[in-house]
């Protein structure tokens, strides 16, 4: 039995020689960046790359101070806290081996929800130079239906009317700068982690939409001063489960109650648009570029949109994880063939990158064995993610005549499996939606209307007004419904009918 120790800062030298840990003195860190939403993805990603940097630069104005806003952030809070914030993380490779590394760049956690004005003054110190987010691509409080700002969301209403108070990170990011305009200090850079195309430039508007209503005089400020940068993250980061924490205490010795488990690669585009200082992420594998779009289109329209293809096929088919699904030829087949036919040609070139080989290391960082990414965490939140995933290669195949014949069969799927929450044989789903109800409700109504799902203006605007492709959506919803088997379909999509 290997001898077991709890990870806190003052057993960090007692850990085992196999598990990397940070050299540097943390005590002497500044935060000079607030995070908002420490989930697994800040973890694995921004988290890992300025740990590199602070074990290889010296530099001690870049420590990280976590924050969460919901209730439900309690249990970071608590589990960080008792381990003085440290983290193991866990990397997976293809062959088996496993990697770990204590991560020590997060040196303290804010609840939002239960101290909002502690939260402004540190985001208002004038240590703080970068407020970052992954707040999902659910949280920018988006209307997709009218592209703006959605001001009837009950919270963003408490914030407008309690601006000393706020709920949402709109409001905590507007009294926060609204403080340091009054200090005569620089405004923080805001840097978007989350999965949207132009993540930068949503977050901007987003927050220009609330400020213009809340106080016109800082929007004027913000438009003027504030950065915005947009980026391209990369790192898959499945879900951690119990076996991950009893496999890093019996096999490394490490008790930590939420370690993070990860791929190899790694990847993070930035444009280099920062309000004041920032950290040279670029000497721990960051790129700094001019534009950032190409980049996070290919990696959205392929990898996220990807993901989702084979999410909702393979919950259906009864499939439970992305390398399972990469491991029936079909799922494979279908997925280069929805990125060959409809992804890759509504692309721009992306300067560096070879698309092919690009496509081809997908397959294999999906098919990597070890990670065993959940198709319920890929499905988690679609209403959420279809929309910047897919539904814009749809309508640039419409209006160039392209195939949209995979993607629709995935919509059809989507369908089916909000209507009947289970795969084929009847195993149960569990979906977790903001918008599950209302999508039940319409798949539900699908016998009626074939096309009651693809009404759903919120999610797909009004695609259905196509004619064509709700012709081809209603057929595939039709079959699907006639003959439960999504496999049939998707051979018949890529072989013709027997
Ligand atoms: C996934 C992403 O949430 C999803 O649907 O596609 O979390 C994906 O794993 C990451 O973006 C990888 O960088």
Redesign the pocket.
Known sequence: MKAKTQLNQRNLANLPDSVKRPTYDRSGLTAGIIHIGVGG?HRSHEAYYTDELLETSGSTAWGICGVGLREADGKIAEVLKSQDYLYTLIVKHPDGSIETRVIGSIIDFMLGCNDPEGVIDRMAAPTTKIVSLTITEGGYNFDPATGLFDFKNLDVKHDLKHPDQPKTVFGFLAAALRKRRADGLPPFTIQSCD?IEHNGDMTRNMLLAFTQKADPDLATWIEDEVGFPNAM?????PVTTPLDVKSLEEDFGVKDEWPVTCEPFCQWVIEDKFSDERPQWETVGAQFVENVTPYETMKLRL??AG??VLGLLGSIHGHTTINECIADPLFETYLRRFMDVEASPVLDPVEGIDLEKYKASLIERFGNPAIKDSLA??CLESSA?IPKFIIPTVRENIARKGSTEFAALVLAAWCYYSDKGTDKDGHKLEIVDAMKSELHLAAARTVKDKLAFLKVRAVFGDLVENKSFAAEYAGMVDELYTYPDIARQMQALLFGRE
């Open positions: 993805f999965n993250v990369d790192r898959i980061t990898l996220n993901h989702s965490r890929i993610k």
